[in-house]
């Protein structure tokens, strides 16, 4: 059975930095890509970044292009998102997905 656990969100003011994780449980996570989505409220999920199974590339959303960076650890089942210059917008819940599966999800909110 997958399961995947997010913690590591929080309130932070903009600016600040978190870092998100993901233990995942139930599948051969090696061999999967990996994705973080979010969901702000009143609004649909929102994909915006993926990783292959061997972590060498790395995909963004525009949105957070430049500002967060995914990676993961294989060997502790493990893949995590650092977000740095957090803004308001990025107030949502954090989810990591395997394909249709997701976590319940972690808690970020932005504000001053």
């Known amino acids: 059975q997958v399961q995947l656990v997010e913690s590591g969100g929080g309130l932070v003011q903009p600016g600040a930095s978190l870092r998100l994780s993901c233990a995942a449980s139930?599948?051969?996570?090696?061999?999967?890509?990996m994705n973080w989505v979010r969901q702000a409220p009143g609004t649909e999920l929102e994909w915006i970044s993926s990783l292959n199974s061997g972590g060498t590339d790395p995909k963004y959303a525009d949105s957070v292009k430049g500002r967060f960076t995914i990676s993961r650890d294989n060997a502790k089942f493990t893949v995590y998102f650092q977000m740095r210059k957090l803004k308001p917008e990025d107030t949502a819940v954090y989810y990591c997905?395997?394909?249709?599966?997701r976590g319940p999800g972690t808690q970020v909110t932005v504000s001053s």
């Open positions: 139930g599948f051969t996570f090696s061999v999967y890509t």
């Open positions: 997905m395997k394909g249709e599966t």
